[in-house]
């Protein structure tokens, strides 16, 4: 009971504020509903699953694209005859790019090109469709945005604490997320996706040619690719720590919420 | 039971609107030039959404310019496959007997010499070319709009590429009508206020700023006016096309 005894204390200092349905989620391991609705709806899920597969093809065509020129620059240019901003000390599938390696990878642009594309075109139409769906039916709101007790500096502190002391979550936390979680979807969501597709639609010269505008704001064709490079990075970090908290919280619990839609019984959570 | 069989009943319906939906849109797509030669294949639905979206987004939407300021003081020319003999006589001649030749849907198939070029009007932009694997640079291109030289030869009107073939072995490629008549799309045979260098493919070299540099084919000695790009190679439309490249790259 010890673990539910801050949960209960903000239950009782929002009572006027808190929706009703977090109040019923909250209560959900006294009083379990006879029908509860799924932990996470159908569109959620088959949108999830459909984000992981394209994040995978995205991850392995991205390195596959950066090995045939790992070097960075800023601004509009940038070459092997120029001063690179760094180089990523890894071997090239290019002859010309100096590495410092005794050999050159083969070149497997091609198929990646493609891949890139046509997973980006995939994960950018299910990233649509959750977007609108999700503010058509209030997911946002609902799930998301944090409540004001949640955001206190002290509250987030202790959701990014508690996980490195290998506490698992509280029961509550099992069919809702804490204000640590929800400013971090929020922000993968709303910031880095779009900034990932941006900059990456800044590197098309057809795009660009319609949209000049789109590599001016990011300073440049050189830049743009040096910010899809470290959005991509934040982007792998959110799936390391995404899978470490999936798995501090039940690896197979959470991962059949987010299949069936249905929260794993209590004994698994424990 | 009732409620399941009109479910049925719609979700059957709605299939049968989609797919007809969909086999209609292709048809569209088709008539309209929106479905790329390199169409077939686990990634033609990728490469199709983004050459017909590009197609549609950019037809006459142009290439961005810059400053001579920002011309790139060490243009780097990528990597250059040994030079033929062919190539060397025609070089140890000041190449005054290069020749563009110019066939297939024309009304007057016809060959031009370089200084044949230079005689039309000269144009010229500041533009990046871009290459697929991440680099770049800024050059002045100076040369003579391919579309001028497309209706001096009278394009038949049921014309739908052009096709550019390069002096180095087994190396061509292809571009669409609104490419072959963009304003910014040069048969290139200067840069940076001189001759086009041999490592840049002087001394005739294609110039699709819109496009990655591979499409910027080196070398060129002839143009062949098509509409359909079956009859050429594997019929993907390019010699990289063949190894998985992409045959539109305005991405």
């Known amino acids: 009971m010890a673990i539910f005894g801050p949960e209960a204390k903000i239950v009782v200092f929002g009572s006027g504020r808190l929706p009703a349905d977090r109040l019923a989620a909250s209560r959900v391991p006294t009083a379990p509903v006879t029908k509860p609705a799924p932990r996470h709806s159908a569109l959620v899920r088959v949108t999830h699953w459909i984000t992981t597969l394209c994040f995978f093809a995205l991850l392995l065509s991205g390195i596959e694209l950066l090995i045939s020129h790992p070097r960075f620059y800023w601004g509009e240019t940038g070459n092997v005859l120029t001063k690179p901003l760094f180089q990523l000390p890894i071997p090239s599938s290019r002859r010309l790019v100096p590495t410092g390696y005794g050999y050159v990878l083969p070149d497997q642009n091609g198929w990646s090109r493609a891949l890139h594309f046509e997973a980006a075109w995939v994960v950018v139409l299910t990233g649509l469709l959750y977007v609108i769906s999700s503010l058509l039916t209030r997911h946002f709101r609902k799930d998301l945005v944090p409540c004001k007790a949640d955001i206190p500096w002290r509250k987030l502190l202790a959701s990014f604490t508690k996980p490195l002391r290998l506490q698992r979550p509280s029961a509550a936390e099992t069919s809702s997320y804490n204000g640590l979680q929800r400013l971090t979807y929020l922000f993968v969501i709303f910031v880095l996706f779009p900034l990932v597709v941006w900059s990456g639609l800044a590197m098309s010269l057809g795009f660009a040619s319609a949209f000049p505008w789109s590599v001016t704001l990011l300073g440049g064709r050189q830049s743009a690719r040096t910010i899809h490079f470290f959005v991509s990075l934040a982007l792998v970090l959110f799936l390391f720590v995404h899978i470490l908290m999936v798995c501090l919280a039940g690896f197979w619990s959470r991962t059949l919420a987010m299949i069936t839609g249905r929260i794993g019984t209590a004994k698994e959570r424990t | ?251």
């Open chain 2, 1 to 251: 039971m009732i409620r399941s069989r009109r479910k049925l009943i719609v979700s059957g319906i709605a299939a049968a609107a989609g797919a007809s939906g969909l086999a209609a849109a292709a048809r569209l797509a088709q008539k309209y030039g929106l479905i790329p030669p390199d169409h077939g294949g686990i990634y033609g639905p990728g490469e199709t959404l983004t050459y017909a979206t590009q197609r549609l987004l950019t037809r006459h939407s142009l290439a961005r310019e810059f400053s001579r300021s920002q011309i790139s003081p060490r243009p780097f020319p990528d990597e250059l496959a040994p030079l033929t003999e062919d190539f060397k006589r025609l070089q140890a001649r000041g190449f005054a007997d290069w020749r563009l030749s110019i066939d297939g849907m024309v009304h007057q198939p016809a060959s031009f010499s370089i200084a044949d070029l230079k005689s039309y009007p000269s144009r010229s932009h500041i533009t990046e070319l871009a290459c697929e694997e991440g680099w770049s640079y800024i050059a002045e291109w100076i040369g003579v709009p391919l579309s001028h030289v497309l209706h001096l030869v009278g394009v038949h009107p049921q014309a739908r590429y052009v096709v550019y073939v390069s002096m180095e072995p087994d190396t061509w490629d292809s571009i669409d009508m609104a490419d072959a008549l963009h304003p910014q799309t040069f048969l290139c045979y200067g840069m940076n206020g001189s001759e086009l260098p041999i490592a840049h493919g002087g001394p005739l070299r294609m110039r699709v700023p819109r496009q990655i540099g591979y499409k910027n084919k080196k070398f060129i000695t002839r143009l062949t006016v098509t509409d359909n790009l079956k009859r050429f190679g594997k019929g993907l439309g390019c010699d990289a096309c063949e190894a998985g490249y992409a045959w539109y790259t305005g991405i």
